[in-house]
Every structure is written in C-alpha cells, then in structure tokens.
C-alpha cells in the first residue's frame, strides 16, 4: 500500500496512486519468486525486474531515477542479497550504498559506491 503521507505531500492524484500500489503489489510478487528458489538464472531475471520496477516507482513519485536510492538493498530485505542492511538503511538518504563483495546480486568489491 502506498505511503499515504507521501501521496499527499507530493500531490499524487489517484491514477498514479493506482499505479503505484500495482507496481508495489508487483514488487512483492517478484520477491516470493526470488524467495522460493535457488535458481540463479530466475532470481538474476527477477532481480533484473525489481530494479526496473524501482525505478518506475521512483518516476511515478516524482523522484529522481537513481540507483543509490533503491529501497530493495540489504541481507534479509531482499532475498539472496548478502549487502550490510543497517549500514545501507544509515546511508539510503545520502546517496550512496554499502556492497558487499559476495553479494551475488550486487556482486561487487566491498566499496563505498559514490555519487
Ligand atoms: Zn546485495
């Protein structure tokens, strides 16, 4: 369900709200696929989608499409990612994210990435 204290405070009007709850609903979707297998191929795919779905979300806010805010980084709020969740929840405001280098969806060296 969308924040409804952002619906408002962005001015949303209820044909994107509909949409965002359907993206959202969507996301949710894409994690029990990631949740329930250990095939790579289909949790790469899903992972693939919910990055794309990120970002859609970020357009239908009103937000800028960037990466380093994505909300789906962190071991156990996105299934199979091994990323520091409390680190990246401290800098998910400041634009920049916290990878760990066994992450085999973010699957970089352990940096800081910067803007
Ligand atoms: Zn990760």
Avoid: V
């Avoid at 029990?32 to 859609?56: A, G, H, P, V």
């Avoid at 380093?68 to 156990?76: A, R, V």
């Amino acid at each position: 369900m969308p924040n409804l204290n952002l619906l408002i405070e962005r001015d949303i009007d209820k044909e994107t709200a509909l949409k965002i709850a359907e993206l959202q609903h969507k996301r949710e979707l894409l994690i029990i696929d990631m949740q329930y297998t250990d095939d790579m191929s289909i949790i790469l795919d899903s992972f693939d989608k919910l990055t794309n779905n990120e970002f859609n979300l970020q357009e239908l806010w009103g937000f800028e499409k960037n990466e380093d805010y994505h909300f789906l980084i962190g071991k156990g709020n996105i299934p199979h990612c091994e990323c520091p969740l409390q680190d990246n929840l401290e800098s998910r405001n400041c634009g920049y994210r916290i990878y760990s280098e066994n992450c085999p969806l973010h699957n970089q060296l352990t940096i800081i990435k910067g803007k």
